[in-house]
């Protein structure tokens, strides 16, 4: 079964950056996206960042213009760059990739385990 590892939260003063990572640990084939996903305490899960097989992307509109998502294709790796972070980005961020693994004959979610990211002073 893959899974998903994700790194790089932590605690980071406002104004700061981070960068996550969710790395596959095994083949996922004919990926289609690649999303990062974050839930505040007592808030829905929200998507933050979108990356589509051909390139595109979508961001939520709190994060345009600060967030930026990339994927490296040989490593099955996302990653999210959080500049200009702010205290209402605290929250559990968990990572998306929908594939068709290997052994497997249709794709669906696979999700990371989530990993907090505090923005305080």
């Known amino acids: 079964q893959v899974q998903l590892v994700e790194s790089g939260g932590g605690l980071v003063q406002p104004g700061g950056s981070l960068r996550l990572s969710c790395a596959a640990s095994?083949?996922?084939?004919?990926?289609?996206?690649m999303a990062w996903y974050r839930q505040a305490p007592g808030k829905q899960r929200e998507l933050v960042a979108l990356?589509?097989?051909?390139?595109?992307?979508n961001y939520a509109d709190s994060v345009k213009g600060r967030f930026s998502i990339s994927r490296d294709n040989a490593k099955i790796t996302v990653y999210l760059q959080m500049n200009s972070l702010k205290p209402e980005d605290t929250a559990v961020y968990r990572c998306?990739?929908?594939?068709?693994?290997?052994?497997?004959?249709?794709?669906?979610?696979?999700w990371g385990q989530g990993t907090q990211v505090t923005v305080s002073s």
């Open positions: 998306s990739i929908r594939g068709v693994p290997m052994g497997a004959v249709a794709a669906y979610d696979h």
């Open positions: 095994g083949s996922i084939f004919s990926i289609s996206t």
């Open positions: 990356l589509r097989s051909g390139g595109s992307t």
